[in-house]
DNA sequence: ATCTAATAGTTTGATAGCAAACTAACAAAG
DNA sequence: CTTTGTTAGTTTGCTATCAAACTATTAGAT
């Protein structure tokens, strides 16, 4: 569905998109760290940043709907990298954070990444990675 | 892990990738085609194209994983969409087509595949659009 | 001709992900 | 206060997807 006519914009991106999703799941086990999905990097790198985050703030970071990380936040935190407690504020939120064992992945997470990016941009020069990263910006704003 | 550190090219990737799944999805229920998947209509547009194609050139040309399209085309066959069959000169081989009734479908993929062009490059200009669709090229190529 | 290796596809088992329906807690209005 | 609506999160049911192990068939080498 992506390149049915000839504007092969959208089917180069899921490609692409697919391609380093695999590429991270790979890396991940090869880190030994199996079980673990680029969606829960995503997670922990925004706790990481943030200190602390509800739910919902999370389910809007990683981009994913709140049903789908209910189950991996749950798994996190069995794994004991995430702790999540009710905020006495307003106890229908749950308010979750990076553990300490948790914290000690994150360095493996950006030697990951890094490696992603470089996968990514070697075919590119600085200013096309750039341009391309612009054009991205304003298709995913309009949308 | 798309967008630990500052580079964003891969963060807004991956998410505008997502964002057309679930526009594809929505749409294709929207159409009553309730149960088929953007990877379903990439494969019926494929055989549309090309007449008849193996399991494994499929497998290449929507790249999945030759496990998971068994599971899509014998469900596109179960609908009554694709035929299967033994090629006589290789008996290893499946050869996949089209049958009358998924035909008949190819004009709602179209249709759809249009709308989220348009969802796409609302944002671009036609200058733009050439420029992202050639530097996703590279990087596609390059991986 | 007969092993051995390579190839095409399937099966199995597991996970990520969504949507819809649900529960619990809070907010607002009278 | 009590009803009514809104919000945060969870549960349930289902599909796409991959990887690894498997089967069946063909090709190659001696």
Known sequence: MYGVLNDRNIYYLAR????????????LRRHGLQGLAPSDGDIMVALFK?????????????DRDKSTLTGLVDKLARLGYLEKKTDPADRRVQIVSLTEKGGRLIPDFITISLKLQE?????????????????????????
């Open 50 to 62: 943030r200190r602390q985050l509800t739910m919902k703030e999370l389910s809007g970071i990683i």
């Open 119 to 143: 996968m990514f941009s070697r075919a590119l020069s600085a200013h096309e990675k750039d341009t391309l990263v612009n054009l991205l910006k304003k298709v995913h704003d309009a949308w």
């Open 16 to 27: 692409i998109s697919d391609k380093a999703k695999r590429f991270l799941t790979r890396e």
